[in-house]
């Protein structure tokens, strides 16, 4: 791009909703670097709050984007109303507002809206149901809101659905990142998955350029909806067992606990949890447990709806195993600062490594925490002359 014409050209103002999300962060981090000519903007939700209508007005009154991205979800284990306020109702409102400008909104959905099966297609879906989960239903009606809102009012989005996505710098612990911490935390002690069942997984290093075509190309994208998946999809179990060998673990054993046994664990856990709870203990079973069944029933996603576009794979080599060595050092250096793995320790990963400078600085502050003021009343006050 000419620099000249960058800088007196006024920057596309976008709108992104859940940027300091997994998926949002990485759409932020993206357009930050590679898009000059856009401004990509993202107010916490203290700030736009989808709960808020108000909010959702005034913010677009006041701004007017030129496109809006939505990633927000409240968590996986919120009760209907928020799931509803937050997944579909905020979503809902958020599309009214585009519609009202008449700019693309670009919503991202999930695999959870689909039923089990192989090489699914963007047309299927789960029947809508009262006893669907919080999360899938409220993903589900919003699916089926926004269709409706493009062939009633003419509504430009664009649906992206991931399966299971991957990416690092995720703060929570979800998804695929609960395997691998129940993994590395050594509190998976069998398999909970059958043989032979796999997932499609996404890459969430690669969505942004996605989102960055679609939003170039809006007459090829527009009303429609599109899995966003590697090609390949991948056996949980393979997945499980290199990630222990990668560690050098002996947990999980090669045991595959049937469907019937690991519910009824649960279910006792669940009991054993809130008996517990009465008694003042806070704990629970993470949220991915809703979905144990999941586990249990191949769920794949076909891409060839996203092949036949004119979209670009920018790194097709890349997967979940490409991936995974960089997560493990990520999360589990992350894991261990955070103190919140309970029988892992840096020692188990690949040996004793040497003492970086972080590392003693946080040795000296644990142990000699004295000796550390003086050293940084001494060398590390003066005035940061980067600044000036
Ligand atoms: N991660 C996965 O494995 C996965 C798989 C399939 C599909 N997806 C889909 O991908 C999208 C992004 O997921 P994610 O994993 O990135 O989610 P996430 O990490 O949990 O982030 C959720 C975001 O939503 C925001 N948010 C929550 N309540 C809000 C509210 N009332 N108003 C406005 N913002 C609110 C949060 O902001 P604050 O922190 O400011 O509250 C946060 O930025 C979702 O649509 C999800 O369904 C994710």
Redesign the pocket.
């Known amino acids: 791009m000419d620099m000249a014409n960058s800088e007196t050209t006024p920057k596309k103002l976008g709108l992104l909703?859940?940027?300091?999300?997994?998926?949002?962060?990485y759409l932020l981090h993206y357009f930050k670097d590679k898009t000059p000519e856009i401004d990509l903007r993202s107010p916490?939700?203290?700030k736009?709050?989808?709960?808020e209508l108000d909010d959702i007005i005034s913010y677009f009154k006041r701004q007017k984007p030129a496109f809006v991205i939505?990633?927000?979800?409240?968590?996986l284990r919120s009760d209907a109303l928020l799931s509803y306020?937050?997944?579909y109702l905020?979503s809902i409102n958020v599309a009214r507002a585009a519609l009202a400008l008449n700019i693309p909104y670009i919503?991202?959905?999930?695999?959870?809206t689909m039923p089990a099966g192989e090489d699914l297609t963007e047309e299927d879906h789960l029947p809508l149901s009262p006893a669907m989960s919080n999360?899938a239903k409220s993903?589900l009606m919003t699916e089926m809101t926004l269709k409706h809102m493009h062939e009633k009012h003419g509504l430009q989005y664009t649906l992206i659905?991931?399966?299971?996505?991957y990416g690092a710098h995720?703060?929570?612990i979800?998804?695929?990142n609960r395997l691998l911490y129940n993994i590395v935390d050594r509190a998976l002690p069998f398999m909970l998955t059958k043989k032979g069942v796999k997932f499609s997984y996404?890459n969430?290093s690669k969505l942004p350029y996605f989102v960055h075509h679609i939003l170039d190309n809006r007459e090829e994208f527009s009303g429609q909806h599109f899995h966003f998946v590697d090609p390949e999809p991948v056996e949980l179990a393979k997945l499980i067992l290199t990630i222990k060998s990668s560690l050098k673990l002996k947990t999980p054993r090669e045991i595959y606990v049937p469907y019937r046994l690991a519910k009824s664990g649960i279910n006792f856990m669940n009991g054993v949890i809130k008996l517990f709870n009465r008694l003042g203990y806070k704990a629970s079973v993470p949220a991915e447990m809703i979905f144990l069944e999941n586990f249990y029933k191949t769920q794949t996603l076909s891409c060839d709806k996203l092949k036949k576009s004119s979209f670009v794979d920018p790194n097709p080599d890349a997967t979940i195993f490409t991936e995974l060595p960089s997560f493990i050092e990520y999360y589990t250096a992350r894991w261990g600062h955070l103190n919140i793995l309970s029988s892992f320790s840096s020692k188990d990963f690949g040996g004793e490594q040497p003492m970086s400078p972080e590392k003693m600085a946080a040795e000296e502050f644990l142990h000699s925490p004295k000796q550390l003021l003086e050293a940084t009343q001494k060398d590390g006050i003066s005035p940061l002359e980067e600044i000036l």
């Open positions: 909703i859940g940027g300091s999300g997994l998926i949002g962060g916490n939700s203290k736009l709050s989808l709960r939505n990633t927000a979800i409240t968590t306020e937050v997944n905020g919503h991202i959905s999930s695999a959870a999360y993903k659905r991931l399966g299971i996505v995720d703060h929570k979800q998804g695929f996404s969430a």
